[in-house]
């Protein structure tokens, strides 16, 4: 397993901004995909976006357009960009490591990157919060 430390939680006024990095303990070469979850009170942990080594990426319906995932392998590091916050993104951020490849999904008007289940993730960080105030 890989060791994952979360930063750049915070408290922020709706429409806001913050960026959450995730330093990796090493490099995550054979990680094939990374990701970012979050957790609410009272609700169960939930995807947020995801990126495969190629730099394929997949994100909630309810972030996007707003929130960007990058990675950064020369510095270990995940990032995401979070932009116009609104209070229902208040959670605990956690990012994730050792997931597999994203899978594509067809439809009609092409095709999109499926979000990978928490179970498919093999390494986890602590959390970082994130509170938007309205």
């Known amino acids: 397993q890989v060791q994952l430390v979360e930063s750049g939680g915070g408290s922020v006024q709706s429409g806001g901004s913050l960026r959450l990095s995730c330093a990796a303990s090493?490099?995550?070469?054979?990680?094939?995909?990374m990701g970012w979850f979050r957790q609410a009170p009272g609700k169960e942990r939930e995807g947020v976006a995801a990126?495969?080594?190629?730099?394929?990426?997949s994100y909630a319906d309810s972030v996007k357009g707003r929130f960007t995932i990058a990675q950064d392998n020369a510095k270990n590091t995940l990032y995401l960009q979070m932009n116009s916050l609104k209070p229902e993104d208040t959670a605990m951020y956690y990012c994730?490591?050792?997931?597999?490849?994203?899978?594509?999904?067809?439809?009609?008007?092409?095709?999109?990157?499926?979000?990978?289940?928490?179970?498919?993730?093999?390494?986890w960080g602590q959390g970082t919060q994130v509170t938007v105030s309205s």
């Open positions: 990126i495969d080594s190629d730099g394929s990426t």
């Open positions: 994730a490591a050792d997931g597999p490849p994203l899978k594509r999904t067809y439809y009609s008007g092409g095709y999109y990157f499926q979000m990978p289940a928490i179970s498919d993730f093999g390494s």
């Open positions: 090493r490099y995550t070469y054979g990680s094939v995909c």
